[in-house]
């Protein structure tokens, strides 16, 4: 069974940084594409950005939003995803999923979420 | 790229909810459907327009035509209550999720 377990979440204030993690189980991680997709309170899905499986380039990709603030990494001797989030801004604030990736294009699997609060 | 779905649909018990994701040219995109129940993660229920996942009900089904994108439950149960979010993959936006559709069952 595949199991997608986030942590790190926590209150952090604007300017400041927080890692999350995701652990993996029930699936080989490393032939894996992971993403995150994140929703504010009382708001839609946002999708985050993805990485690629390490024999498909290991390469990034990142929503507008997040670019150049947010690294998605992966440790495949320990089945984790991380999301580093650096420069946090009170827009931020939400309940962050890791999901695996299937297809390219779709999460077909998700954890239970982890919240980030953001705010002074 | 902008998916749009109605904030709201509501449906009586035993009848049939259809939940629309508009989009230019989306019949041209494959689009994946997931439901969130309250205070839980979303769960896939339809990818590539219309397959299911193993464990969803047959009475979850999906087309893709034109410029809409549809999801019809079909013999609507009190569990079926949840939001429900369109998405696809878009070269230039990469993947997109529409704004979601809460399903009231009345």
């Known amino acids: 069974e595949v199991q997608l377990v986030e942590s790190g979440g926590g209150l952090v204030k604007p300017g400041g940084s927080l890692r999350l993690s995701c652990a993996a189980t029930?699936?080989?991680?490393?032939?894996?594409?992971m993403s995150w997709v994140r929703q504010a309170p009382g708001k839609g899905l946002e999708w985050v950005g993805r990485?690629?499986?390490?024999?498909?380039?290991?390469?990034?990709d990142y929503a507008a939003p997040v670019k150049g603030r947010f690294t998605i990494s992966r440790d495949d001797s320990k089945n984790t995803l991380y999301l580093q989030m650096n420069s946090l801004k009170t827009e931020d604030t939400a309940v962050y999923y890791c999901?695996?990736?299937?297809?390219?294009?779709?999460?077909?699997?998700w954890g239970q979420g982890t919240m980030v609060t953001v705010s002074s | 790229y902008v998916l749009t779905q109605p904030p709201s649909v509501s449906v009586a018990p035993g009848k049939t909810a259809r939940i629309t994701c508009g989009g230019n040219n989306i019949g041209s995109k494959s689009v994946h459907w997931y439901q969130q129940k309250p205070g839980q993660a979303p769960v896939l229920v339809i990818y590539y327009d219309s397959d299911r996942p193993s464990g969803i009900p047959e009475r979850f089904s999906g087309s893709n035509s034109g410029d809409t994108a549809t999801l019809t439950i079909s013999r609507v149960e009190a569990g079926d209550e949840a939001d429900y979010y369109c998405q696809v993959w878009d070269s230039s936006s990469d993947v997109v999720f529409g704004g979601g559709t809460k399903l009231t069952v009345l």
């Open positions: 029930g699936f080989t991680f490393s032939n894996a594409w």
């Open positions: 990485i690629k499986s390490k024999t498909d380039g290991g390469t990034t």
């Open positions: 999901t695996t990736v299937q297809g390219y294009t779709y999460a077909s699997q």
